[in-house]
T-cell receptor, first 113, second 111 residues
Framework: DAMVIQNPRYQVTQFGKPVTLSCSQTLNHNVMYWYQQKSSQAPKLLFHYYDKDFNNEADTPDNFQSRRPNTSFCFLDIRSPGLGDAAMYLC????????????FGPGTRLLVL | QKEVEQNSGPLSVPEGAIASLNCTYS??????FFWYRQYSGKSPELIMF????GDKEDGRFTAQLNKASQYVSLLIRDSQPSDSATYLCAGYSYNNNDMRFGAGTRLTVKP
């Protein structure tokens, strides 16, 4: 089945220790998104790729970076995680010219100690 | 300024009743609207989307859109305990490929 896959599902890191979260998709969608979601809050868009074009939200901290080496994969790098970065990180995909529907992966729960 | 507003709830309905979830949006550039269901600790899953004024039905779910009032709703008929979750409303603008989510309404269906 076509899907969005995120690894790992749970990530524990130490304060200030870099961490990388990964997302892959078999949907062949050209747009990929990274969201941060904290408890009882709306998913907050960090950035998205339209093909290889990177789009950063204005309020996304510099501590967050992203890479998309090919259509299928996208990575979220947190250079120096702080306690406030503990959250669920959601990857989503969509295709241009369609309804705008975004399909989410299962998410990665990040814990910062 | 929040662009998509939802009542956080919790909304509690008895099993078999109709649950009514509401959402308002401020961006008139939004053209499509989505309802996602999110179970605790899980990722959002799409229930349905709507882009034309009026009603759209899919099984037990009916989405309603009123662009003049900037209002979207989701009705769940014959509510089941398995419908207990947080429901996220989102508005999407094709022009800038921008999806904005509300914070969600928590629904509890009591047996």
């Amino acid at each position: 089945d076509a899907m969005v896959i995120q690894n790992p599902r749970y990530q524990v890191t130490q304060f200030g220790k870099p961490v990388t979260l990964s997302c892959s998709q078999t949907l062949n969608h050209n747009v990929m998104y990274w969201y941060q979601q904290k408890s009882s809050q709306a998913p907050k868009l960090l950035f998205h790729y339209y093909d290889k074009d990177f789009n950063n939200e204005a309020d996304t901290p510099d501590n967050f970076q992203s890479r998309r080496p090919n259509t299928s994969f996208c990575f979220l790098d947190i250079r120096s995680p702080g306690l406030g970065d503990a959250a669920m990180y959601l990857c989503a995909t969509s295709t241009t010219g369609g309804s705008g529907t975004q399909y989410f992966g299962p998410g990665t729960r990040l814990l910062v100690l | 300024q929040k662009e998509v507003e939802q009542n956080s709830g919790p909304l509690s309905v008895p099993e078999g009743a109709i649950a009514s979830l509401n959402c308002t949006y401020s961006d008139r550039g939004s053209q499509s609207f989505f309802w996602y269901r999110q179970y605790s600790g899980k990722s959002p899953e799409l229930i349905m989307f709507i882009y034309s004024n009026g009603d759209k039905e899919d099984g037990r779910f009916t989405a309603q859109l009123n662009k003049a009032s900037q209002y979207v709703s989701l009705l769940i008929r014959d509510s089941q305990p398995s419908d207990s979750a947080t429901y996220l409303c989102a508005g999407y603008s094709y022009n800038n490929n921008d999806m904005r989510f509300g914070a969600g309404t928590r629904l509890t269906v009591k047996p």
